[in-house]
C-alpha cells in the first residue's frame, strides 16, 4: 500500500508558519487582504471561494467575496476590478474561474493588475515564472504540487515525470517548474491527443495527472514505486451521503494504490495545497506592497 501525501497535513503545518509571518505584518499596520469574485451561481465554484476565503480569515488575513450576476457585463466586471486594483487594503485579487461564456475570460485576468494577480494567470506573471524570475506569482496548484514534493522529500533530480493534461492553470507552469534548475525533471507532457497515453504513464517515476475524468488511470498504467500526484476533483453522486455528492480524483485509487510507493488522495491531497498557496501568494502580494510603500 502506497504512503499517503497528506495535503491537509502539510497544509496545516504551512498555515501556521505563515500565520506569524501574517502577526509581523499586522503588527506593522499591514492586514494582507484577498478579494475573490465570484460570478453567477455554479455551486462548486461558490464551495471553492468560500473554502478560500475561510482559511484567509483562519489565518489573520482579510478576505471577502464580491459576488456578482450570472448576466453581468463584461463592463460591470472590468469595473469591479478597477476597483479592487486600485483599492490599497486589497493585495489579492482572484477571479474565479469559469466564468459565463459572455464573458472574455483572457481580457478579464489580463485587466487584473500584475502585483495583485495572486492566481498567477495574468501573462506578465506567466512569463516571469516561465523565465524563472522570483518577483512571478506562481499559479497556486502547481506550486502546491511543487512544494508538496519537496516537503515529502520525493527526488525529482533526473527522474522522469510524466504530466497528463496540457491545461493553462495546471499542467502548463507544472511542467516549466518542473524542468527548472533545482527540481531538474525530465519531462513528457501527455494530452488528450496523445496516441497510446498508457506507454507513457508506465515510464513514470512521477505521475501527475490533471485531466478532470474518472478512473483515467488504472493500476495496469502505472509502474511498481510510482509517485502519484492526482489533481482531478470529480463529483460523482453518492446518495448515502448528507450532500448527495463525493469527490474523486483521477485515478483509481484503491488499485493503483496497491501499486504506487506513494499517492494523494482526493480528497485532502492537491486541494489544501491550492488553497495554502493562495495564502503564500496572498502573503508575497502583501509584503512587496508593503516594501514598495515603504521605498
Ligand atoms: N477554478 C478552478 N481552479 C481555479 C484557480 O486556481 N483559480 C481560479 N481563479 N479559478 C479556478
Keep these: 500500500m502506497a504512503r499517503l501525501l ?4 502539510l497544509s496545516r503545518v504551512m498555515r501556521e508558519e505563515m500565520a506569524q509571518e501574517v502577526a509581523a505584518l ?29 482559511a484567509c480569515e483562519a489565518l489573520g ?13 463584461k463592463e460591470e466586471l472590468f469595473a469591479t476590478i478597477d476597483r479592487l486594483n486600485t483599492d490599497p487594503e ?31 494567470f495574468h501573462p506578465l506573471n506567466a512569463g516571469l515564472a ?10 497556486c496548484t502547481p506550486a502546491g504540487i511543487m512544494e508538496m514534493l519537496r516537503r515529502e522529500n520525493i527526488p ?35 494530452h488528450r491527443h496523445t496516441p497510446d497515453l498508457a506507454h507513457h504513464t ?23 514505486g510510482v509517485v502519484v500526484i492526482d489533481v482531478g476533483q470529480n463529483r460523482v453522486p453518492d446518495p448515502g451521503s448528507a450532500r448527495g455528492y463525493k469527490m474523486v480524483g483521477d485515478v483509481d485509487f484503491d488499485n493503483v494504490s496497491q501499486v504506487a510507493s506513494a499517492i494523494t488522495p482526493v480528497p485532502g491531497g492537491v486541494g489544501p495545497m491550492t488553497i495554502t498557496m493562495l495564502l503564500a501568494n496572498t502573503l508575497q502580494a502583501a509584503r512587496q506592497a508593503h516594501q514598495a510603500r515603504a521605498t
Design 6 to 9: 497528506d495535503g491537509t497535513e
Design 26 to 54: 499586522r503588527a506593522v499596520g499591514v492586514t494582507p487582504g484577498l478579494s475573490v469574485v465570484l460570478v453567477g451561481n455554479n455551486p462548486a465554484s461558490r464551495a471553492y471561494v468560500a473554502s478560500k476565503t475561510r
Design 61 to 73: 488575513m482579510k478576505g471577502q467575496t464580491l459576488e456578482l450576476p450570472e448576466d453581468v457585463s
Design 90 to 120: 486589497v493585495h489579492g485579487i482572484l477571479v474565479q474561474l469559469p466564468l459565463p461564456a459572455h464573458l472574455p475570460y483572457k481580457a478579464i485576468l489580463e485587466h487584473i493588475r500584475p502585483e495583485k494577480d495572486v492566481d498567477g
Design 130 to 139: 516561465f523565465v524563472g524570475d522570483p518577483r512571478a506569482f506562481v499559479p
Design 156 to 190: 525529482t533530480r533526473g527522474r522522469h515525470a510524466v504530466i497528463v493534461g496540457r491545461s493553462l492553470i495546471v499542467s502548463k507552469p507544472l511542467a516549466s517548474l518542473l524542468v527548472a534548475p533545482g527540481p531538474d525533471a525530465t519531462l513528457t507532457l501527455t
Design 202 to 224: 508506465r515510464q513514470a517515476d512521477i505521475l501527475i495527472v490533471a485531466v478532470g475524468k474518472q478512473n483515467l488511470i488504472t493500476a495496469d498504467m502505472v509502474k511498481p
